[in-house]
């Protein structure tokens, strides 16, 4: 049972405000805001998701920057109350097509609408874009998404928005074309978000520099296949994945690094499925069968941890050159086809606090590399574009002599990229299959590759 | 700007400034990022134009608002075309006010006029409107008790839905008349939507009146279509609507009690056989579980079909289930496998709730319940990494309480704890949790110390790289886990070696963090004291900041003193800055420490204790003061006599106190799925009892070990948690030595379990070993327990009591016996009581009040709570025969409140004991 939900801008404004029990008081906007922005007085810690003030449970997701918060006094299932304010997000965006401040602002009446469908008297009535859509009568006003606020690559990364901006169709579920009528589509996604720790690799401060890659201590794909309709009629959809995809490693060791990668059949640990989904064929011909609600949602998740080729191997290197100065290695290769081009791919290595200055070596006659140290949080920030291998060399001052062991003051090294066309668990959608009942044109149908480094870290 | 607007230069809805925003007065003053850029410049900053707000709205408020009225009341009578859609945008600006907080009810009138209109937009927005007003003015919401009775009986099905949802909404109490007409005529509607709208309606009518609701004897209704409907969405609403209403009424009549009761165990009247085979889609689940069991065998196969309840329905009906008890084991079996592809479900709320019902129906077996852990840890690792960080977090709560029940069960999955470097603090925190947890003789290596030398590579450990790392309170958290991991182990070797090198890494916070866990490690392994003495001795005290750590590293400096070189010139030196140092923990360690040493090296001491001792007598903090003035006459006593109180040979601690009892740990088991295991604390320490929710069946006794079982199954259930506690609680064996003494102020059990009073305050003792005034410290409590009134009595000591009723000074009975009776028992007396502040002060103690109450043979059986909400059970018995009296006494301090139930077997002379019981609670405060 929810008492309250709102959705806060950065600044902590009131942007969306719905009250459906009236036990919680008014001002739990305001309490809630001033309670995350100062959990600890040293701002380093985040305020959990969930916390409890003066009896009032407060839960709260981050999407695209702004916090959709939900209040109540019962004891309530924290899953419950986070999957909705996720859920609500995730409407709102399919009516809205583009979820942003602006465009909460500018259809702030839908937004109402939808809420009064989505929530009644706290309980919870449906989160289905597809059954919404009866009730809902507003017309969205569609925000122009190249008009939106420019939030940085990294920046949408950082906000755990599991959903890639790549994969982002702005397009409202309700909203007409400019030309009137709907164009028939339907956009599979096969997202796969890597964690990749490769342990350290050897470091000589003196004598020949040798550079070696690290052994991955752990790896791990998240993925998932995402579906978005915007097809009438909702047809029934075929979705046939590969032939040697197994589910759930019985018997062997979750982190056994058995099959060699490249080849061999694919292993998922575990999956879930959308309710849509109907198994029936999947033992014999690996087929999901479903008919997609509209909006966007997630046919299938899965884990593996059976063993990949990491798509990029980071080395390492620190020479100390005397008490007050050293140098930074830092070698990437792209470990994948250079057919595939890696976008916004960022180097980033926390160096010793007492650094003042760093001087990049940037190599020569590349467009795109830049590298800078961010002073205020003593961080090296190296942006590259594209494949292949690069090297970054870095030269570091420090403001008092250097005692000890500079590894222990600096790294680990951690990537992060998105990777279009390439999925390392090499799971495919072999064909997708739309039962046609309409005799009309053959609907668009894209299916897309995505790889995104989730935790890719090289320790030093 | 309008000209602008007109020639289409600028969108008229937005910011010319920022584009951002529709341009508003509030807007153009106070958020636009240009105006704050102006203020700012001027010196004014946001905080300060926070608290100007209301009288900044008050300034425009009228121009703004009069003008709207106006333009709405120009537009009432108009039926020209496009009327509805200049309404929409004065509807819209209206609304958008209301949302920023501004007072816009003096348009109420104008737009009720404006709402007689077939557009469903525009109603929509009045139906917003009406709701946020009507509840503050009730005399405006007679105004719309007109059209919105016309409304629901329009032809359109989504008008009357809405309209119903919106008069149920109004919120006013004197207007709930209107209400019964069309709430009975929505739960007959032909059309779902009406009957969903009116299931919920039913639910805010018993809010706002509740004898209304009865009187109308909708719950009937609710239960008949629940039964009935083929709509799944209005079987939910129903059943939720009635859970509430049941749930609530049960604290008034003992019918709604059953009622609410029957939705588990009485299945006869939740389903009636007939009905059954009509319903093909909706509600089989709980009316198969309340099924006998060969007819149930009928609809099993129709049972996949719960897919037809939205997801957020099912969770409501899997909760209702996991209080389901089941009659035997094949059908426990049938309902898990009815179940089981629940765990493949996408929603986390879905998965969490299923795995409660498999958890929780099969405490009973514990080999099946092993099998449950085995089948649900996949699911769950899925959920934690498939959602927001959000989700994810709320999963892994629920992982860490499963890891801390039966860490084995995990102990080969410790690299899915492994913490990523990008994750938020408060997951990183649970990971490190259970990586401590599932440290065991087998991984414990590889998880501290992955020794990857066969790799040629230098040897990592995944925790020393969290104390490296640049992230401060991880590096603190990974130091804890380190030396938890360390007191947990046989073989700590290697693992004090790395403690060690966390010291050489000279990072203040891995320092300070480090010394108190070194300090730890020595109470409980003091062979270790040679290595660790020569690493501590080589720390500067000035890089020592942090009070906990600078009284570990004196503590070391005074216990050690012999050993280390250097031990009285530091202590001396610190005694020389005694001013400087703020905390008073520090100052007392440092006494304490100096006296130590002077014992063992007397020559060398002399000149710091004189300093010590005269700047502690002077020391404006009392404790300090109080201590250095005992060690003064102590010395001055007899010195062998000080230091066989200052420096007795020590026993080594074998366990520290857990700060969780185990049976908060199995309460927070018993609410799976629910914000208890993220607080990790009860329910009962965050919510008041109104608010435990509709699941929340027996906050009395029930939950003192276990949820909500019927009678009979009570003694049963508890046997089988046990069981289950030996399998699954490899911990449990600690957790019973050390009993209860160092968690006193949340929870604890007096008499529950005799035989760990004596482990309890044994452990305290080797606590408290470190501190050595400890003897001061608990005469000087006793003192002030005397001067309450508390005095400890030495054996059970009635006072004599000027009353009839004599209580059996030795009563005794079993916490199980005392269940039994207390669910058996109806309530004789209950009444509410208030009692003298003072004695609310005197709880301070949490054993005061059942010494107390022991003195009038009055026994506490169980006591609990966290301020201002305490709650007791106290057990009496007459003097000469068996009859007992069985209290609850529910205590709020900040209120001075106390709610009394007495349940007695001999009913005629409860009353005779409430006074008795009331007399001795007041007495708590005087003296």
């Keep these: 049972m929810i008492s309250q939900f709102f959705v806060l801008s950065q600044r902590g404004d009131n942007i969306v405000f719905r009250d459906y029990r009236g036990d919680v008081q008014k001002g739990s906007a305001e309490i809630f805001f001033r309670k995350v922005k100062f959990w600890k007085e040293d701002g380093k810690e985040e305020a959990p998701p969930v916390f409890n003030l003066d009896g009032v449970n407060y839960f709260h997701v981050k999407v695209v920057g702004l916090l959709f918060v939900a209040t109540t006094r019962i004891n309530l299932s924290p899953s419950l109350a986070l999957e909705l304010l996720q859920r609500i997000a995730r409407v709102i965006k399919d009516y809205l097509g583009v979820l942003s401040e602006e465009s909460l602002r500018k259809n702030f009446v839908l937004v109402y609408e939808l809420l009064d469908e989505v929530i009644d008297f706290g309980y919870i009535q449906t989160t289905s874009t597809e059954v919404l859509k009866s009730y809902i009568f507003n017309e969205p006003i569609v925000v122009d998404a190249a008009r939106m606020p420019p939030i940085g690559p990294a920046a949408l990364f950082m906000q755990g928005n599991k959903r890639m901006p790549g994969t982002a169709v702005t397009k409202s579920v309700v909203a007409n074309e400019p030309g009137g009528r709907k164009r028939e589509e339907i956009f599979v996604d096969i997202i796969e978000k890597i964690s990749v720790t490769f342990s350290s690799s050897i470091m000589l401060s003196q004598g020949r520099p040798d550079l070696e890659q690290g052994y991955v201590l752990t790896s791990e794909i998240d993925g998932t296949i995402q579906m978005k309709s915007y097809l009438t009629g909702n047809p029934e959809i075929r979705l046939a994945l590969n032939d040697d995809l197994y589910i759930g490693r019985s018997g062997i060791s979750n982190f056994g690094y058995s099959g060699s990668s490249g080849t061999g059949p694919v292993i998922l640990d575990d999956c879930n499925f959308h309710e849509s989904v109907h198994m029936d064929s999947f033992d014999v011909d690996r087929t999901l069968s479903l008919v997609p609600p509209d909006g966007e949602f997630p046919v299938m998740n899965y884990r593996i941890t059976q063993e990949f080729k990491p798509p990029f191997s980071i080395n390492t290197l620190i020479e100390e050159a005397g008490t007050l100065k050293a140098e930074v290695i830092l070698k990437i290769r792209a470990e994948f086809p250079s057919s595939i081009t890696a976008n916004t791919i960022l180097v980033e290595m926390p160096l010793p606090a007492c650094t003042t200055r760093v001087n990049f070596d940037l190599e020569r006659g590349i467009v795109g590399q830049n590298a800078d140290f961010k002073e205020s949080h003593k961080k090296l920030e190296w942006s590259i574009v594209g494949g292949s291998e690069h090297t970054l060399r870095a030269k570091l001052n420090f403001s008092q002599e250097f005692h000890g062991n500079i590894t222990k003051e600096a790294g680990p090294v951690s990537m992060t990229f998105t990777i279009p066309m390439y999925n390392p668990s090499r799971l495919q959608v072999k064909y997708l299959q739309i039962a046609k009942k309409t005799k009309t044109s053959n609907p668009y149908r894209w299916v897309r590759y995505v790889t995104q480094a989730n935790s890719y870290v090289a320790r030093i | 700007m309008d000209f602008l607007a007109h020639h289409h230069i600028i969108s008229p809805d937005l910011c010319p400034f920022c584009s951002l925003e529709n341009c508003d007065a509030i807007h153009t003053f106070l958020h636009c990022r240009f105006a704050l850029d102006i203020w700012r410049s001027a010196g004014i900053h946001e905080h300060v134009m926070i608290f100007?707000?209301?009288?900044?709205?008050?300034?425009?408020?009228?121009?703004?608002?009069?003008?709207?009225?106006?333009?709405?009341?120009?537009?009432?009578?108009?039926?020209?075309?496009?009327?509805?859609?200049?309404?929409?945008?004065?509807?819209?600006?209206?609304?958008?006010?209301?949302?920023?907080?501004?007072?816009?009810?003096?348009?109420?009138?104008?737009?009720?006029?404006?709402?007689?209109?077939?557009?469903?937009?525009?109603?929509?927005?009045?139906?917003?409107?009406?709701?946020?007003?009507?509840?503050?003015?009730?005399?405006?919401?007679?105004?719309?008790?007109?059209?919105?009775?016309?409304?629901?009986?329009?032809?359109?099905?989504?008008?009357?839905?809405?309209?119903?949802?919106?008069?149920?909404?109004?919120?006013?109490?004197?207007?709930?008349?209107?209400?019964?007409?069309?709430?009975?005529?929505?739960?007959?509607?032909?059309?779902?939507?009406?009957?969903?709208?009116?299931?919920?309606?039913?639910?805010?009518?018993?809010?706002?009146?509740?004898?209304?609701?009865?009187?109308?004897?909708?719950?009937?209704?609710?239960?008949?279509?629940?039964?009935?409907?083929?709509?799944?969405?209005?079987?939910?609403?129903?059943?939720?609507?009635?859970?509430?209403?049941?749930?609530?009424?049960?604290?008034?009549?003992?019918?709604?009690?059953?009622?609410?009761?029957?939705?588990?165990?009485?299945?006869?009247?939740?389903?009636?056989?007939?009905?059954?085979?009509?319903?093909?889609?909706?509600?089989?689940?709980?009316?198969?579980?309340?099924?006998?069991?060969?007819?149930?065998?009928?609809?099993?196969?129709?049972?996949?079909?719960?897919?037809?309840?939205?997801?957020?329905?099912?969770?409501?009906?899997?909760?209702?289930?996991?209080?389901?008890?089941?009659?035997?084991?094949?059908?426990?079996?049938?309902?898990?496998?009815?179940?089981?592809?629940?765990?493949?479900?996408?929603?986390?709320?879905?998965?969490?709730?299923?795995?409660?019902?498999?958890?929780?129906?099969?405490?009973?077996?514990?080999?099946?319940?092993?099998?449950?852990?085995?089948?649900?840890?996949?699911?769950?690792?899925?959920?934690?990494?498939?959602?927001?960080?959000?989700?994810?977090?709320?999963?892994?709560?629920?992982?860490?309480?499963?890891?801390?029940?039966?860490?084995?069960?995990?102990?080969?999955?410790?690299?899915?704890?492994?913490?990523?470097?990008?994750?938020?603090?408060?997951?990183?925190?649970?990971?490190?949790?259970?990586?401590?947890?599932?440290?065991?003789?087998?991984?414990?290596?590889?998880?501290?110390?992955?020794?990857?030398?066969?790799?040629?590579?230098?040897?990592?450990?995944?925790?020393?790289?969290?104390?490296?790392?640049?992230?401060?309170?991880?590096?603190?958290?990974?130091?804890?886990?380190?030396?938890?991991?360390?007191?947990?182990?046989?073989?700590?070797?290697?693992?004090?070696?790395?403690?060690?090198?966390?010291?050489?890494?000279?990072?203040?916070?891995?320092?300070?963090?480090?010394?108190?866990?070194?300090?730890?490690?020595?109470?409980?392994?003091?062979?270790?004291?040679?290595?660790?003495?020569?690493?501590?001795?080589?720390?500067?005290?000035?890089?020592?900041?942090?009070?906990?750590?600078?009284?570990?590293?004196?503590?070391?400096?005074?216990?050690?003193?012999?050993?280390?070189?250097?031990?009285?010139?530091?202590?001396?030196?610190?005694?020389?800055?005694?001013?400087?140092?703020?905390?008073?923990?520090?100052?007392?360690?440092?006494?304490?420490?100096?006296?130590?040493?002077?014992?063992?090296?007397?020559?060398?001491?002399?000149?710091?204790?004189?300093?010590?001792?005269?700047?502690?007598?002077?020391?404006?903090?009392?404790?300090?003061?109080?201590?250095?003035?005992?060690?003064?006459?102590?010395?001055?006593?007899?010195?062998?006599?000080?230091?066989?109180?200052?420096?007795?040979?020590?026993?080594?601690?074998?366990?520290?106190?857990?700060?969780?009892?185990?049976?908060?740990?199995?309460?927070?088991?018993?609410?799976f799925n629910s914000l208890s295991v993220v607080y990790q604390k009860p329910s009962y320490m965050f919510t008041d009892k109104e608010h435990r929710g509709p699941f929340a069946f027996s906050e009395d006794l029930g939950n003192l070990s276990i949820g909500a079982e019927p009678d009979d199954t009570v003694v049963a259930a508890q046997r089988v948690e046990e069981n289950d506690k030996d399998l699954l609680l490899s911990t449990s064996e600690k957790e019973e030595s050390q009993g209860y003494a160092n968690n006193g102020s949340a929870y604890n059990a007096p008499s529950y379990n005799a035989s760990t009073t004596t482990g309890g305050s044994q452990g305290h003792l080797d606590l408290v070993s470190l501190d050595q005034t400890s003897t001061a410290h608990t005469t000087a409590s006793l003192a002030i327990d005397e001067l309450l009134g508390l005095g400890m009595p030495a054996g059970p000591s009635p006072a004599p009591l000027p009353s009839a009723l004599l209580l059996n000074a030795k009563a005794v009975i079993d916490p199980n016996a005392f269940q039994q009776k207390w669910r058996q028992l109806p309530v004789s007396v209950s009444q509410d009581i208030s009692i003298d502040p003072r004695g609310v002060a005197a709880m301070a103690n949490p054993q005061a009040l059942p010494q107390h109450m022991q003195a009038y043979s009055i026994h506490c059986i169980a006591s609990g709570g966290q301020a201002p909400n305490f709650k007791f059970f106290f057990f009496a018995q007459k003097a000469e025969e068996s009859s007992a009296y069985l209290v609850e006494c529910v205590i709020n301090s900040s209120s001075c409140k106390v709610q009394l139930k007495i349940k007695a077997d001999d009913q005629s002379t409860s009353q005779a004991f409430a006074e008795l019981f009331q007399s001795s609670l007041s007495k708590l405060s005087l003296p």
């Design chain 2, 52 to 671: 100007s707000q209301p009288s900044f709205q008050l300034w425009f408020q009228e121009g703004e608002v009069s003008d709207l009225k106006m333009q709405l009341r120009q537009l009432a009578g108009s039926r020209a075309p496009g009327t509805d859609d200049t309404k929409r945008e004065l509807f819209k600006k209206v609304i958008s006010y209301m949302t920023i907080g501004i007072d816009v009810s003096s348009v109420f009138s104008e737009m009720v006029m404006c709402s007689a209109t077939s557009d469903i937009v525009l109603k929509k927005m009045c139906y917003l409107y009406v709701g946020n007003y009507a509840k503050h003015n009730p005399d405006l919401a007679l105004l719309t008790i007109n059209f919105l009775q016309r409304d629901c009986k329009d032809e359109d099905p989504m008008i009357r839905g809405l309209a119903l949802r919106s008069l149920c909404s109004l919120g006013v109490a004197n207007l709930v008349e209107y209400l019964v007409g069309p709430l009975g005529n929505g739960l007959k509607d032909g059309n779902s939507y009406v009957r969903m709208v009116a299931a919920v309606g039913v639910l805010k009518l018993y809010h706002l009146s509740a004898v209304t609701c009865m009187d109308a004897d909708f719950p009937a209704l609710l239960k008949h279509l629940m039964l009935k409907d083929k709509d799944a969405q209005v079987v939910a609403n129903c059943l939720t609507s009635l859970q509430e209403i049941w749930s609530l009424e049960a604290g008034t009549s003992e019918e709604a009690t059953k009622e609410r009761e029957s939705l588990l165990s009485k299945p006869d009247r939740l389903c009636d056989c007939n009905s059954l085979s009509n319903i093909t889609s909706t509600g089989e689940l709980d009316l198969l579980l309340a099924f006998p069991h060969q007819d149930r065998l009928v609809y099993i196969a129709q049972l996949h079909k719960m897919k037809e309840f939205g997801e957020w329905a099912q969770c409501i009906v899997l909760e209702l289930v996991s209080k389901y008890v089941p009659t035997d084991s094949d059908e426990i079996f049938d309902i898990m496998n009815l179940l089981e592809d629940r765990l493949q479900h996408a929603n986390g709320a879905v998965v969490l709730a299923t795995i409660k019902v498999f958890l929780h129906m099969t405490l009973s077996m514990t080999d099946v319940h092993q099998q449950v852990y085995e089948r649900i840890k996949a699911p769950l690792l899925t959920l934690v990494s498939s959602g927001s960080p959000e989700q994810s977090y709320a999963v892994l709560s629920h992982l860490h309480l499963l890891v801390m029940r039966a860490p084995f069960i995990f102990s080969l999955d410790y690299k899915h704890f492994y913490c990523q470097y990008n994750e938020p603090f408060y997951v990183k925190k649970l990971k490190l949790e259970m990586l401590t947890a599932v440290a065991n003789e087998s991984n414990t290596y590889e998880i501290v110390s992955a020794n990857a030398q066969s790799f040629g590579s230098i040897p990592v450990t995944e925790l020393c790289e969290y104390v490296a790392n640049v992230d401060i309170p991880m590096a603190r958290e990974s130091i804890r886990a380190v030396g938890k991991i360390a007191l947990q182990q046989y073989d700590v070797n290697a693992i004090v070696d790395r403690l060690l090198q966390f010291l050489e890494m000279e990072k203040e916070h891995v320092t300070a963090e480090t010394l108190v866990l070194v300090k730890d490690l020595l109470r409980k392994y003091p062979q270790w004291s040679h290595d660790c003495i020569a690493v501590v001795g080589n720390i500067s005290s000035k890089n020592v900041q942090e009070p906990k750590a600078k009284a570990a590293l004196i503590w070391m400096l005074g216990e050690y003193a012999q050993d280390m070189q250097d031990s009285p010139y530091i202590l001396e030196s610190l005694i020389e800055n005694w001013d400087e140092e703020h905390s008073a923990e520090v100052r007392l360690h440092l006494l304490t420490a100096v006296i130590k040493c002077f014992l063992r090296r007397p020559p060398e001491t002399q000149k710091a204790l004189g300093a010590a001792l005269a700047s502690g007598l002077a020391d404006f903090h009392q404790d300090v003061r109080d201590r250095a003035l005992f060690y003064y006459r102590l010395l001055q006593y007899d010195v062998s006599v000080a230091e066989r109180i200052v420096n007795p040979p020590k026993q080594a601690v074998s366990v520290f106190a857990d700060t969780q009892s185990s049976e908060i740990k199995d309460r927070i088991f018993d609410e």
